[in-house]
Every structure is written in structure tokens, then in C-alpha cells.
């Protein structure tokens, strides 16, 4: 009896060695197997619906481009629009963030998200276009908004099937706002450093010049009393060159600079901070980022994914279609409550703004220019370095 007591501790003891090491040689397996530009998956946030789903799904997904979810840019500002309509519906969210920037990583995150439930998937970003057009197609029950991009096949022609919603915003109001909100502020020495000349980045610029052209006229300066240096830094990274750069101009009177290129702000901020000058931020509202940032040019992301989530839900989404959010939507905007303004008030504000959607203030677009060198702007002088 005694040995066969020690026979069945010793049958135990095996199998029990043995299925703690099926288990890790399981979990090990499946890391090997895991592709090497297998997207990082993260819950959308500490919250009841996201956290424990009781089917395991999560139905509304976003994908991070090249940034983080807290960014305090773009992949950010999406995503509180995300958050936004997902707690107060009671929906299942969490978003995705691809290994590299590449298009397979994109559309493995795409599969990902399909894999894990996703219904509905937000794209911020042009870089999604590729990736954007291929899974239209490949996940015909699921559908896409993408920010700030059309779906192309990587000749540029956009292909918008009905599963997909391409929204745009009018980059060259928001631009013109804070060019306006600047001069009437007081500065008169600008800069306008840009990442890449993208269509939206070059859009705020030639905005940006616009505005400010448009309050020296109401203010009566002088003919050349504006200046602007102008630049693209042909990136989207904070680095030390970008400070450098951002510092030489500061240091040669320049007094605010509009920081038009994600990360790049970054560094347009450090340089501000040294030299006691002022920043305008781009995307979304920036002020936490730096005391330097007096205001930023808004696209009101936030918004737009809330209302398309609600679309979607409500069975009115506008698959197919190509938008552009503008004013008279609430599309773009500045910041007031957060903005650190010496004189330009909540008043000079609405009334301008009122202006922009009215169409009294007539902007120049893409159809009439490419750039500031082609803008008639007597009182604004502006520098364009290459």
C-alpha cells in the first residue's frame, strides 16, 4: 500500500511538471510566431467598458500612426473623440499601435483590431491611405474613417469605397486665425516653421500669412511692418537641429513662431523657453505642453470622430464621401479658454470668426495658391527659406 501511495505522488508530481511546461513552451511558441511588425495592443483606457468586455471584443478601434496616444497632437486629439462617444454610448474601445511606420504595419494592425471585434476603425493621418485602401476592400463589413487622407491604391487617386469615410479640414482657416490672433495680439516679427510640405502643413501656412496680412490692414500698419521667416525643417522629429534652428531665429528677433509639424513643436518649444520668446501650436490645444504656447491652430479632431462614431451608430454614416470640416462647422479652431493672449479677446475672436463662415473674408485655397510666395501681402513681408 505504502508504494503505491509513493507511485501516485510521484504520477502527480509529473504531470504536474509537465503541464507547467506545456503552458511556458505554449507562451513561448506563440511569441516566436508573433510577426516581426506585429502592432502593440493596448486597452483603450482604464475604463469599465473597455477594460472586460464580456465577449472579448472590442468594437471601436483606432490605429496610432508614427506617434503615441498621447501625443498632445494628432493620434491624441482622435482619440478623445474616441473615448468621448465610447463612454457615453457604452461602447467597447482600444487602440493599436503599429511597430513601424510602414504599410504592412498599418494594415497588420488593421487586421489586429478586425481580429479583436473592431466594427468601426479611426485612421488618423495620411499615412494610412495605402493601408486604408486595401483593407476597404478586405473587411467590406468593417468600416474606416480616416483623418486627413484619401484611400489610394499609391498613385494618389482616391478610391473612396462605401465602408470608408474621408473627413479633411481647412487647414488654411485654422492658419489664418492664429496669423490674425498674432498681429492683433501685438507681434510683429513671425515665424512659421513647417515639418514637411505636405498639402495640410502647407495649407497652414499660406493661412497663417493670410491672417496676418488680414489684421495689419485692420490695424493700418505700415506697409513691411510684418515680417515672416518661413521654412519646412523636412521632418516631423524633435531634434536638436530643430532647436537650433528655432533658436537662431529667436535670437534674431524673431518673437512667436507657429509650430506646424507634430514633434517638431517639441523643439520650437525648448528653444522658446531659453530665449524667453512665444509658440503657437498646431492640431490641438498645446498650452499644457509649454508657458510658452500663447495659442494653438486647431482642427477640431476630437469633434469630428464624435460626430462620425455618432453617424455610424445611428445608421447615417457617410461612407463614400470625402469632407472638408471648416468653420462652419466648428471644423477648426483656437483655444480661448486656454489661450494667453495679452489683448486679443473672446470678442475679437467671434467677430472674425463670424467673418470666416459668413465668407466676408474671402481666404485664398489650393486652387488659387501653393505657397506664400504666391500671396499679395504688402504688409507682410515674408522670408521663405528653403
Known amino acids: 500500500m505504502r508504494s503505491w501511495r509513493k507511485l501516485a505522488v510521484?504520477?502527480?508530481?509529473?504531470v504536474m511538471i509537465f503541464s507547467f511546461s506545456a503552458c511556458t513552451n505554449n507562451q513561448e511558441g506563440n511569441k516566436a510566431e508573433t510577426p516581426a511588425n506585429a502592432p502593440t495592443e493596448t486597452p483603450a483606457a482604464e475604463t469599465p467598458a473597455a477594460e472586460a468586455p464580456k465577449d472579448g471584443t472590442y468594437e471601436i478601434a483606432l490605429i496610432t500612426d508614427v506617434g503615441t496616444i498621447?501625443?498632445?497632437?494628432?493620434n491624441q486629439g482622435a482619440w478623445e473623440g474616441v473615448v468621448a462617444y465610447a463612454e457615453e454610448a457604452v461602447k467597447t474601445y482600444k487602440y493599436y499601435k503599429?511597430?513601424?511606420k510602414s504599410d504592412d504595419a498599418y494594415l497588420t494592425s488593421i487586421d489586429l483590431a478586425v481580429k479583436g471585434g473592431a466594427k468601426i476603425i479611426v485612421c488618423p493621418?495620411?499615412?494610412?491611405?495605402?493601408?486604408?485602401?486595401?483593407?476597404?476592400?478586405k473587411y467590406p463589413d468593417v468600416s474606416f474613417i480616416i483623418l486627413d487622407g484619401n484611400p489610394h491604391s499609391g498613385d494618389y487617386k482616391a478610391v473612396?469605397?462605401?465602408n470608408t469615410l474621408s473627413i479633411f479640414y481647412a487647414e488654411q482657416e485654422a492658419g489664418f486665425l492664429a496669423g490674425y490672433a498674432a498681429v492683433k495680439d501685438g507681434y510683429r516679427k513671425l515665424g512659421f516653421m513647417g515639418g514637411m510640405a505636405v498639402p495640410a502643413v502647407v495649407r497652414?501656412?499660406?493661412g497663417y500669412v493670410q491672417g496676418a496680412e488680414y489684421a495689419a490692414e485692420e490695424l493700418k500698419l505700415a506697409d513691411g511692418e510684418i515680417k515672416v521667416k518661413y521654412t519646412y525643417v523636412g521632418n516631423f522629429d524633435a531634434t536638436p537641429e530643430n532647436m537650433a534652428k528655432a533658436a537662431a531665429w529667436y535670437n534674431e528677433g524673431t518673437e512667436v513662431i507657429f509650430?506646424?509639424?507634430?514633434?517638431?513643436?517639441n523643439s520650437v518649444m525648448k528653444a522658446a523657453e531659453t530665449a524667453g520668446t512665444k509658440v503657437i501650436g498646431v492640431d490641438v490645444d498645446q498650452a499644457s505642453e509649454s508657458d510658452t504656447v500663447i495659442t494653438s491652430s486647431m482642427k477640431n479632431l476630437t469633434k469630428s470622430v464624435y460626430d462620425?462614431?455618432?453617424?455610424?451608430?445611428?445608421?447615417?454614416?457617410?461612407g463614400g464621401e470625402i469632407l472638408t470640416l471648416d468653420a462652419t462647422v466648428d471644423g477648426v479652431q483656437l483655444p480661448m479658454e486656454t489661450s494667453k493672449f495679452k489683448t486679443f479677446t473672446q470678442e475679437d475672436y467671434d467677430a472674425v470668426y463670424k467673418k470666416i463662415i459668413s465668407k466676408e473674408i474671402k481666404l485664398l485655397g489650393d486652387q488659387d495658391v501653393s505657397g506664400p510666395k504666391e500671396l499679395e501681402t504688402p504688409k507682410v513681408v515674408t522670408e521663405v527659406i528653403e
Request: with cysteine; hydrophobic share 40%; aromatic share 20%.
Open 10 to 14: 510521484a504520477v502527480l508530481a509529473f
Open 160 to 162: 473612396v469605397k462605401e
Open 259 to 265: 509650430a506646424c509639424g507634430g514633434a517638431v513643436g
Open 204 to 206: 497652414f501656412g499660406y
Open 125 to 137: 493621418g495620411y499615412l494610412f491611405e495605402v493601408p486604408v485602401f486595401n483593407a476597404q476592400d
Open 70 to 74: 498621447d501625443d498632445k497632437s494628432f
Open 308 to 318: 462620425a462614431l455618432t453617424e455610424y451608430y445611428d445608421n447615417k454614416f457617410r
Open 98 to 100: 503599429p511597430s513601424e
